[in-house]
């Protein structure tokens, strides 16, 4: 069978009832992953500055952090083909993604503007300015760069490229059977893994920092965002085989709480959980679509992943604002008050943010084009 035979789709009939196609599993599992990135920086932040063994206990368990990134790439590929709209326009599809990320990047840019004000850090106006462009992970060896002022949005930097090729991107891979997009899906996930190894080589010749290369590159990161493209396209036309959302979820967590904690520390970026991730998000969407039991699918998990996205936006710098207010004014607490702190004022200023940046500037950045919303996670 050919690699760009059209992909044959099941029939009208054979698909689910539309009121059982809204994504809803996607949308909650995008909070735990959100919630696990924000944990290990609080864990990692904490342990840097040596405080107690309580809070190295906390960092192992979430020691995996890193590598909820590559699931929230993954998924990015697998929601914009789920969505995409047949008759769409390149520039229309831009507008509403740019419409989705950037009033917010921009109101937590201007957040953490402030807080390194408050606590006396340099601004550099370079690094601000590639920050606001969204180029900052282009830039070779300078972690000044790629993490300066709202570090997390270093992944929005990839997002962005990822958004900028996905109309191209995804027009080639609809062309491709449903074997060439089982093949794009093993083949991309080998690439992840083995991205490690293959690239030590590429590090030590061109004298670069192996978290430049396999962490922060935007076309590095394309692979995982392709990835979800074609799971997408297969789960979307019924070809999807792989385990349900029970095992799936069991193998992602085994894989997060043990292999991670034995691989060498750049596999946990992405290539110990590709396989665990890339089969929880395809078996989510598919207990969504076929209407089978799913504990992500209530109300309460679907509003935390719906502002998931300020949450991962704000807690960095709820992170750091909270550390000087402490040390400034030379009071310890608790681990767990200080744990509980931060979550509560995190999910807080993603709420405000979530209610009135995220959607009020979604509202404002697309109210000319019809009111035809695709899925959305």
């Known amino acids: 069978m050919s690699l760009i035979t059209p992909t044959p789709t099941i029939k009208q009939s054979d698909r689910p009832p539309a009121s059982r ?6 949308t909650g599992l995008r909070w735990y992953a959100a919630l696990l990135v924000a944990c290990f920086h609080f864990a990692y932040e904490e342990a840097s500055t040596g405080t107690s063994l309580h809070v190295f206990r906390l960092k192992e368990i979430v020691y995996a952090g ?8 993954i998924l990015s590929g697998f929601v914009l083909a789920w969505s995409a709209r047949p008759r769409d326009t390149v520039t229309g599809f831009w507008r509403r993604r740019f419409a989705r990320i950037y009033p917010s990047h921009l109101a937590t840019f201007c957040v953490a503007v402030l807080t390194m004000v408050w606590m006396g850090k340099e601004l550099d106006p370079r690094i601000a300015l590639a920050n606001l462009g969204l180029l900052q992970s282009w830039v070779p060896n300078r972690k000044d760069w790629w993490f300066g002022y709202n570090g997390v ?13 996905f109309p191209f991107v995804v027009k080639l891979v609809r062309r491709f059977s449903h074997r060439g997009l089982w093949a794009t899906v093993v083949v991309g996930n080998l690439g992840v893994i083995l991205a490690p190894l293959y690239m030590k080589s590429i590090e030590r010749a061109a004298d670069l920092d192996p978290k430049f290369l396999l962490y922060v590159f935007p076309p590095t990161r394309l692979m995982e965002f392709v990835i979800g493209i074609a799971v997408a396209l297969l789960v979307k036309n019924g070809a999807w085989r792989g385990p349900g959302l029970t095992a799936s979820l069991a193998l ?13 520390f750049d596999f946990h970026w992405a290539a110990d959980t590709v396989i665990p991730y890339t ?8 207990a969504d679509a076929l209407g089978e039991p799913s504990p ?15 949450f991962y936006l704000v807690h960095e710098i709820v992170i750091f604002s909270l550390d000087h207010f402490l040390k400034s004014h030379h009071l310890k607490v608790p681990l767990t008050l200080h744990l509980g702190l931060f979550l509560a004022v995190s999910f807080v200023g993603a709420v405000l943010v979530h209610e009135y940046v995220e959607k009020p500037g979604v509202k404002l950045l697309t109210r000319s084009r019809k009111k035809s919303r695709p899925i959305t996670v």
Request: net charge positive; aromatic share 16%.
């Open 21 to 26: 196609v809204r994504l809803d599993s996607l």
């Open 66 to 73: 890193p590598s909820a990134v590559s699931f929230f790439f």
């Open 153 to 165: 949005s270093w992944s929005l930097s990839c997002e962005f490229l990822f958004y900028l090729s």
């Open 252 to 264: 992602a967590v085994l894989v997060v709480l043990g292999p991670t904690h034995v691989m060498p």
């Open 279 to 286: 089969l929880t998000i395809a078996a989510a969407a598919r």
């Open 296 to 310: 992500f699918r209530n109300r309460i998990n679907v509003y935390l992943g719906e502002v998931s996205f300020a």
